[in-house]
């Protein structure tokens, strides 16, 4: 599993009650949006479920297309091969997927894509179980997440998943990598800023598979980086200008309203504005921006998790305020053309 079973979640509780104390109008909402990172699972801490998301997603006001699935642990098989329990998840999703694709509930395709977990460093035998992947998702298998967000201080580290150090390195990974590769699937991963340079290493050793760095390449703002931003931030950017230099690595701008970041959002006596998002995010976003090129860059949600620090609307609203300034056509590659393309929707 990439997530611990009884791992405490590190992230911000979702709090009905508190998100409604703020409102605000709803932006370009002609502007057609592919999400292109959000959870669905049933956790001790909370439920999110397709209906729940689909609430969101109403009330937000936001043109929602189509929508990607990520794998985060949910659903696993309670019985069954040890190496086969990860399917449940893919089904989950899938199910999400047909009941969205009735049309009965709205025009969003939810869970359109699907993007699964399997442990990879099984090595040569990974490719047997992608295949079972690929038959259970119902044509909708995008691709494989294997988080590999790692720090020797437990302090600094915002995420469920408990990966070994130097896992993008490992043979046995490299070889599972391999066997995705024939897939012709994309991978994706979750790492800190300390780890950019993994992924660079990562994205040289396979030029011909497209990676992802998810949620802006986790420049951790808690533990021994707090109230370090400035320091933070330039060893963060370098990185991630170096990483743009491989062609076939995307880059996700999601995640921002995740504890791990130190801007506190979750902890506010109200939340925040799409404003006051847009103003401690637009550094991150627009860097990404510059460095990758729009095409190569994808705007999600990572709800419910950040649905612990803003309202979905509120989200969007500040992605939409940080790219003002953009061309249609960069505007257009952001909220849904690099997801449709990376992920081979139709939105």
Known sequence: M?????????????????????????LAPELPIVDAHHHLWDRPESRYFLFDFLDDVKDSGHDIRATVFME????????????????GETEFA??????????AYGSARVCDGIVGFCDLRRGDKAAAIIERHVAVAGGRLRGLR???AWHQDPAARGSMATPPP????????????????QFELPFETFVYHTQIDEVT?????????????NHVGGAIGIGPYAGQRDAVFQH???????????????????????RMFGFGLGDRATPPSS??????????????????GAERCLFGSNFPVDKGACSYRALWNAFKRITAGASAAEKTALFSGTAEALYRLNA
């Open 72 to 87: 985060c642990g949910a659903m696993y098989r309670k019985t069954g091969p040890s190496d086969l329990r990860e399917l």
């Open 2 to 26: 990439s997530i611990a079973p009884d791992a405490v979640s590190p992230h911000f509780a979702v709090r009905p009650d508190w998100l409604a104390l703020r409102d605000e109008p709803v």
């Open 236 to 258: 963060w950017s370098a990185g991630m200008r170096a990483l743009a230099s491989q062609p076939n690595v995307r880059v996700k701008l999601t995640g921002l309203g995740m």
């Open 166 to 181: 130097g896992l993008l390195a490992e043979p046995g990974f490299r070889r599972g990598l391999s066997a995705l590769q």
């Open 275 to 292: 404003q006051e998002l847009a103003a401690a995010w637009s550094p991150y976003v627009l860097t990404c921006i510059e460095a990758f």
């Open 146 to 148: 294997y988080i590999a």
């Open 94 to 103: 899938n199910g999400a997927a047909a009941i969205s694709a009735s049309g």
């Open 201 to 213: 290493a990562l994205a040289e050793a396979f030029p011909d598979l497209p990676i992802v760095l």
